[in-house]
């Protein structure tokens, strides 16, 4: 396993990219899970796409706290309710905003053994998997956020 680095939104044009349909589940797949999933953890975050890593691939991990998730090929297929939190990304360093999202979700995907499952999430969970599987469409949480909710938490709050 290896820390990978991960994408910037500023800087890396492939977080706006879609992702390509995992054909094969092989070692090279899940290696790459397992690096994600290590890169996750060492940076303190509650869940990564492929494409964060600069990997142009439908794979996501995620833990939001109940142990680590590895999907392939996800999909949203039903959702229910909703919840307007504060999200973050590990991609968009320091900015942070209220985003509009289903309070639960159904998720078809693979797991490692290439065997379809459904996955349910509520809460946190949900938004961890609206939030992942938009990366593999190119879509950051910013252009989900109300505009007037965006901060950074890195900019000072005193006014000149």
């Keep these: 396993m290896a820390i ?8 890396d044009d492939i977080l706006r990219k879609k992702s390509k349909t995992v054909e094969k589940i092989d070692g090279r797949i899940l290696s790459i899970l ?28 995620i833990d939001a706290g109940e142990g680590l998730i590895k999907l392939i090929n996800p999909e949203i297929v039903s959702s229910y309710g909703e919840q307007q939190e504060t999200e973050g990304c590990l991609s968009i360093p320091g900015i942070y905003g209220t985003v509009k999202r289903p309070e639960q979700v ?10 379809s499952v459904i996955l349910k999430g509520t809460g946190l969970l949900a938004r961890a998997f609206c939030h992942e599987i938009d990366h593999l469409d190119g879509i950051l949480f910013i252009d989900k956020a109300s505009p007037e909710s965006l901060y950074n938490s890195d900019a000072s709050t005193e006014r000149k």
Excluded at 4 to 11: D, E, H, L
Excluded at 38 to 51: N, P, R, S
């Design 34 to 61: 397992d690096d994600m999933a290590e890169t996750m953890y060492q940076a303190d975050g509650a869940g990564l796409a492929a494409v964060q890593i600069g990997i142009l691939k439908r794979l996501v991990v």
């Design 4 to 11: 990978r680095n991960i994408m910037n939104y500023q800087k």
């Design 106 to 115: 159904e998720v078809s995907t693979l797991n490692e053994n290439g065997d």
